[in-house]
């Protein structure tokens, strides 16, 4: 069946995510820098922002694993967006399936804190049909629900969908609903924007 819409994951596929040099860049020592990562961005709290938690609450989360580093914590959360940016290939992209006619929407796990905090790098997200947050559906990938949702609320025949991922595990699910999944990478950047691609041909 011929494909008339794409849809894409954000992190790692049109947002870079790089929590490391983010937290690098407070030149912590090795022991706090392992301690504030564990603390946050290696812990299952991080999740728990991208199923919905407010902001408060994710930070809280947080400090409540490393109590004795609020202080710590509360700086890295107050700049968090500071760890996302668009790629370079990002933009280009877009506009190459804007230009072939597909609708495009987004279904990403992204936590309200973290969406407050990027929403104007993701102003690229103006130009897409549609799209949905997990932290607004309480409901995270690879659940199947907020997949079913994006497909319901925007009309979407998955049978003409492509989605793009960078986790095996949410391709999977995708698929289980009929969507077409294709793990995202470089080199599928690169065979896009090539027309190499056989499925977006």
Known sequence: MEKTTV???????????????????????EKVYHIIANAMFLNKDWET?????????????????APSYETEIRKVYSNLGE????FSYTLELVEYFEEKGYQIFFLSNYSEYLYEKTKEKLCFLDAFDGGVFSFREKCIKPDKTIYMRLLER?????????????????IRA??????HGIIFTQETVDKILKGELAEVK
């Open 7 to 29: 849809i894409f994951d954000l992190g790692k596929v049109l947002v870079e995510y790089d929590w490391q040099s983010y937290l690098k860049s407070f030149s912590f020592d």
């Open 83 to 86: 760890c996302a940016y668009i």
């Open 174 to 179: 995708a698929e289980e609903v009929g969507i």
């Open 49 to 65: 922002g991208d199923e919905g938690a407010t902001p408060e609450e994710w930070l809280s989360l947080f400090i409540e694993n």
């Open 154 to 170: 925007y009309n979407i025949c998955p049978e003409e969908a492509i989605f793009f991922d960078d986790r095996e595990e949410n």
